[in-house]
């Protein structure tokens, strides 16, 4: 089955700078990559997602990339704020699997 | 509200009592889904329901665990003889179809606590 590794597992930037996670796959039947972001007693909330037919994404601070071939994909934040400071998950599926998450990167942007 | 509403939010339990979870999902949402999070850990997925598809329960951990869905409404997720690895944050999610077409919405999640 899938396996979906992230890193770094924490990330401490200063405000204004920006921040890069990165996820590897294991299945290249995978097609769908979204990125959720988890507030401290919340439940994720998705920011952006891409599919395999598209390289990069980009929705204002924040982008998303993939590289199929070697089965990676980056999520870029631009700019960062206070209200960065999550923990941000990637995922990935194929078909009518369910997603497959990472094991989460805790973000700390410092003011 | 209009969103995925678990309860309870905090349960706290002893060993070898069973637990039962509950998950209203968002009005309309086909796809059901249940996961797990450990202390400081990513979400591990447990069970899938989609419309009147038999589930996937290919994440339940072991046969102490089982998930029932009505219709396209409300699940329980049962957990029997507790154990205190079974401590966990217990996320629900919905969405409109089922696999990799369909944002997840999830729920604030049942902190459940063995000791």
């Known amino acids: 089955g899938e396996n979906v590794e992230q890193h770094p597992s924490t990330l401490s930037v200063q405000e204004g700078d920006s921040a890069v996670i990165k996820c590897t796959y294991s299945d290249s039947a995978s097609n769908y990559f979204p990125w959720y972001k988890q507030e401290l007693g919340k439940g994720p909330q998705l920011i952006i997602d891409i599919r395999s037919n598209v390289g990069e994404k980009k929705d204002q601070r924040i982008a998303v990339t993939l590289n199929k071939t070697a089965k990676h994909f980056s999520l870029h934040i631009t700019e960062t704020q206070p209200e960065d400071s999550a923990v941000y998950f990637c995922a990935a599926s194929s078909g009518n699997t369910p997603l497959v998450f990472g094991k989460g990167t805790r973000l700390s942007v410092i003011a | 509200g209009a969103g995925v509403s678990q309860s309870p939010s905090n349960k706290v339990t002893e060993k070898g009592k069973d637990v039962e979870l509950r998950c209203d999902p968002i009005?309309?949402?086909?796809?059901l889904y249940w996961y797990r999070q450990r202390l400081g850990q990513g979400l591990e997925f447990l069970i899938y329901f989609q419309g009147n598809s038999a589930p996937d329960k290919s994440g339940l951990p072991s046969d102490r665990f089982s998930a029932e869905r009505t219709g396209e409404s409300v699940s329980t997720l049962t957990i029997q003889r507790t154990q205190q690895e079974d401590s966990a944050v217990y996320l629900c999610?919905?969405?409109?179809?089922?696999?990799?077409?369909?944002?997840?919405?999830f729920g604030e999640g049942s902190r459940l606590t063995v000791l």
């Open positions: 999610a919905s969405s409109w179809v089922g696999g990799d077409t369909g944002e997840l919405f």
């Open positions: 009005s309309g949402h086909t796809a």
